[in-house]
């Protein structure tokens, strides 16, 4: 262990000298790519000197015990022991977690769309219920959030919605809420008083950078059209609304948020590159799911993952089999137990299968 550590110690310090050079920023690609390896090898560091100074102790204290004829000396050494060698086996626990190579991607911001799915009108109202569920979760995390995307439903909340989420470690955060979320309560457009279950999906993607995916201009086929959504007196008389098509893939992204088609272009642009990045990603998990079978990151999004009941003020997490009675809780924004589980599952799933930083 502790040589694993000594060499991802030496790393830290090497990338440390490299980003401080005055070269360093000639490159930018390689030095964005540097800062976040630098920040990532932070919390190893960290815990490794401390872990080093434990061993340390350790041993000195085991050394004053087979040396020393000073009885004193031999019984404060073994109480040092008796205190040090449980507090090495949970450093050692906490580094194992720590050694699990992150997703590249954890970092990254995310683009969110939330879409009706089952259930008609109920299902277009659940939409804007995990909606604000997100962004009061968003708001929470001190993280920002900007629109992209809507289209209305016809008794409320929204047939789609897509939204960009810009904070620290965002898609890290959010990324197993991806898959189909379901809802059983009596409908607002209900009259008869029944419990119906509809459902809404929910996609994450990663924000893509410009380095992760080069777009060429030419393979992008641009739509202009008129906004449909708010935005003043310009909707509906002049062409703001951007829609982007990349001809290799089929892929296809459009906004309408803003009056200026300059800005819906730059925001459809994100969208874009995010969803083409997506596809690549998703071919990784793939095939890191050949290797691996994992209940929670297995990227299916037409698997149902949570559900909300209503009538018992229940939400169960399909995936791990946990289930909180704090509904107005949650959906009031108060999801980080249930991201927290979803992570600890998946890291537990990756050392069981001694999948660690070599």
Known sequence: MLDKLTAINDRYLEVEKIISSSDAMNDMKIFIQLSKEYKDLEPIVKAYKQYRDLVGNIADAREIISTTDDLEMKE???????ENLPKKDE??????????PKDPADTKNAVMEIRAGTGGDEASIFAGDLYRM?????QSKGWRTELVDVADGTSGGYKEIIFNLVGDDVYGQLKFESGVHRVQRVPQTETQGRVHTSAATVIVLPEAEEFDIELVPSDIRKDTYCSSGPGGQSVNTTYSAVRLTHIPTGVVAQCQDQKSQHKNYDKALKVLRSRIYEIELQKKLEEDAKHRKTMVSSGDRSAKIRTYNYP????TEHRIGL???????????????????LQMAENAEKLKEGTVNE
């Open 134 to 138: 997100y962004t009061a979760f968003a």
């Open 312 to 315: 018992q003020g229940r939400v």
């Open 323 to 341: 289930t909180k009675y704090n509904l107005p809780a949650t959906m009031g924004g108060d999801i980080q137990e249930f991201i927290d589980e």
């Open 76 to 82: 404060m050494a073994k109480i040092e022991l008796e």
């Open 91 to 100: 450093m050692d626990e906490k580094i194992k977690v720590l050694l699990i």
